[in-house]
DNA sequence: ATCATTGCAAACACTTTGCATACGC
DNA sequence: GCGTATGCAAAGTGTTTGCAATGAT
């Protein structure tokens, strides 16, 4: 945890008790939790935490560029801890939101149609390969 | 407008004079409305429109898909009614969202990882050429 | 002692639901 | 006349804001 705490000092976050926590929690491998899901799980811990220090902590990460909000679904907003150029596939099935690996070298452009690009977002939704066998 | 009418009940939709209008306004070329964009304008001319029934009217056509729903930001959702396959850039600072035709063959693939892809969305973010401009 | 963070309660904004009215065939 | 679409009001959700209490140095 120690290098967490590291981490948030040096992207200029002072990083009390509930941010690590939350930190901790979202750099749990590909996971993208929604705030209700963060919530839920370290409430069990923390039982004083509240959903604005949640929505405080994450816009505070947002501002700081260490978090990614991801917009598949409209009614649900994600974060991701990996700010590596990578896609998501979201299952309209069982609502498991997958990392991707694109080599899409267009992606990567800095411009499009004379445009600046700062922000690239690609989302796949359809059935995963385990909601595919089950139905199989 | 007959055409339209016609389009609508091809696609199973009751050319109802709500829905009519409010396609009609959503296939304005390369535009992209939210739902308040919509009331706004139409309201002006229909004065008895309420939201519900825009509501109820993009639901519709969402179900019957002759519309696509746009996630580009989290607090916005907006709406196209050209279904093929393109990519979004919107601009940070005018808000505009442009249409941006894309040539990745990656992206019409049926299948990634074993999921099976059947809805893609590349959205772009940034400064676009007009606010670059008077920025320059 | 001071300044920042937390977390409750209230406010806000967006969307859906329930239901009575109005409309079109 | 009947079945559907409309639109008001209310309920439901997700997020932000105001502010007092708490915590850290």
Redesign the interface.
């Known amino acids: 945890m120690e290098y967490l705490k590291e981490y948030l000092i040096n992207e200029g976050i002072h990083p009390s008790y509930q941010r690590l926590r939350i930190f901790e929690y979202l750099d749990r491998g590909e996971f993208h939790p929604t705030v209700d899901m963060i919530y839920n799980e370290l409430a069990k811990e923390i039982p004083t935490l509240s959903k604005t220090t949640i929505y405080n902590t994450l816009n505070l990460f947002k501002k700081n560029g260490i978090v990614t ?1 991801l ?4 009614n649900e ?1 994600r974060y991701d801890t990996n700010m590596q150029l990578h ?1 998501h ?1 979201k ?2 099935d069982c609502g498991m939101v ?1 990392d ?1 690996q ?3 070298p ?2 990567t452009s800095l411009t ?18 385990n909601c ?1 066998k089950e139905t199989r």
Chains 1, 2 share one sequence.
């Open positions: 909000r917009t598949i679904e409209a907003v896609a596939f299952c309209d997958y991707i694109v080599e899409i267009y992606l499009v149609d004379g445009h600046r690009i700062c922000e690239r977002h690609l989302y796949l939704k359809g059935t995963c390969k595919l």
